[in-house]
């Protein structure tokens, strides 16, 4: 299974942006679905989770700003990211659970948030 994520960049505090990702592969269907990431000389974090039926959590940093979705029959899953602050700039992961029990990562993709 591949996790393929789009639009991270360079936006400016109180810019938006929307990061995508695609999954494809082999595997029967995709269960819990998010974003995690991880800034310089920290941990990787929670942003976001989604499960199929369209349950999500939240990070405590981002409810209110961020926005998750997901696309069950196109296996694709979507931040929408408003609001953004310098505090937000790190390399967002994608992250799947798929039926057959597995865990996916994607590459990431960079957010940075300067003026």
């Known amino acids: 299974v591949q996790l393929q994520a789009f639009g991270g960049g360079l936006v400016q505090p109180g810019g938006s942006l929307r990061l995508s990702c695609a999954a494809s592969?082999?595997?029967?269907?995709?269960?819990?679905m998010g974003w995690y990431r991880q800034a310089p000389g920290k941990q990787r974090e929670l942003v976001a989770t989604?499960?199929?039926?369209?349950?999500?959590n939240y990070a405590d940093s981002v409810k209110g700003r961020f926005t998750i979705s997901r696309d069950n029959a196109k296996n694709t899953v979507s931040l929408q990211m408003n609001s953004l602050i310098p505090e937000d700039t790190a390399v967002y992961y994608c992250n799947a659970f798929t039926i057959p029990p597995k865990e996916y990562w994607g590459k990431g993709t960079q957010v940075t948030v300067s003026s």
């Open positions: 592969g082999s595997f029967f269907s995709i269960n819990a």
């Open positions: 989604i499960t199929r039926g369209g349950s999500t």
